[in-house]
């Protein structure tokens, strides 16, 4: 009986330190498993970011319009060769984005060898024009796109530039290229909207200035056409006409020449005044 009970104990002995040696190497055999992994994981990743496979081979573009993709190429050509795990798609995306004409920019790795530009650009909405620096070429926004050069004819013409005033500008210069499309020379926008005063919207025309003040744009404009061969028919041409009166046109000579030094049509120095 003595035997038996020995024997008995030795098996739980060893039943017991081989459940104990279990118990304390699945953990280890757990870590030892996941560190292989990982390093598996980070020997691959090293692998991948040196392998010529992914060597950036060619860049293309989406959405020019105005920006030349020979051009633009050129000035990103230093991502050619380098590998796309290695790229940092953020800083590419704000040198894009430095770009004026540049709106909005997205940068994709297009897997294995290619990196793609999806570009929105600016549109050109109106010429600036200012005797010192020239033309400067705005969007919708009033974002600058370029300075000097020879803008585009059809764009209407702006004169000091003003933020608050430039959605309005440019909804006046829209209903007033409209409706004075037919008088335009070759294209050309036949007045200047002065932005100075977001409470008075000033217009120079052929022959004369106006007044349009804030809003009620239609029924301002059609007022002065009611007046506008009266005033063609008794030779009153340069000047200054005051639309912003409820039912009342008042017209006096000449008006005082914009700051600038800026040549604008229906300048005068004559300062006599009528009403209609």
């Known amino acids: 009986m003595r035997a038996i009970a020995i ?30 992994l990982f390093f598996g994981l ?6 991948l970011a040196t392998a ?10 989406q959405g020019l319009r105005h920006l030349k ?8 050509r230093s991502i050619l ?36 530009f999806i570009v929105t650009e600016r549109v050109p909405t109106a010429v600036e024009i200012e005797a010192s620096r020239g033309p400067i070429l705005r969007d919708q926004e009033g974002a600058i796109l370029e300075r000097g050069g020879t803008p585009p004819e059809a764009l209407p013409r702006l004169l000091h530039y003003n933020p608050a005033s430039y959605a309005k500008g440019l909804q006046l210069a829209s209903f007033l290229s409209e409706s004075l499309k037919r008088e335009a020379a070759d294209g050309r926008p036949a007045f200047v909207v002065d932005l100075a005063d977001p409470e008075d919207l000033v217009v120079h025309l052929s022959e ?5 003040g804030e809003g009620d744009y239609l029924e301002r404009w059609q007022r002065f056409l009611e007046i506008r061969s009266d ?15 409820q039912k009342k046109v008042v017209v006096k ?10 040549d604008l049509p229906g300048w005068s120095g004559d300062q006599r005044k009528s009403s209609f």
């Not at 004409?101 to 790795?109: I, Q, S």
């Open 7 to 36: 024997q008995r104990n030795r098996k739980r002995r060893v039943r017991f330190s081989w459940a104990k040696m279990v118990a304390w190497g699945r953990p280890v055999l757990f870590a030892l498993l996941l560190g292989g």
């Open 208 to 212: 004369g200035v106006l007044h349009f």
């Open 81 to 116: 060769g380098r590998n796309l795990f290695r790229l940092d798609l953020a800083d590419i995306q704000g040198q894009l984005q430095a770009n004026p004409w540049v709106k909005e920019a997205v940068v994709r790795k297009d897997f294995p060898d290619q990196l793609t």
């Open 253 to 262: 000579g000449g008006f005082t020449r914009g700051r600038g030094g800026v």
């Open 69 to 76: 993709e020979a051009e633009m190429t050129a000035r990103f």
């Open 52 to 61: 010529p496979f992914f060597e950036v081979r060619e860049i293309r573009w």
């Open 42 to 47: 980070y020997a691959g990743s090293r692998r």
């Open 231 to 245: 005033l063609e028919r008794r030779g009153i041409a340069n000047r200054e006409i005051d639309l912003r009166f």
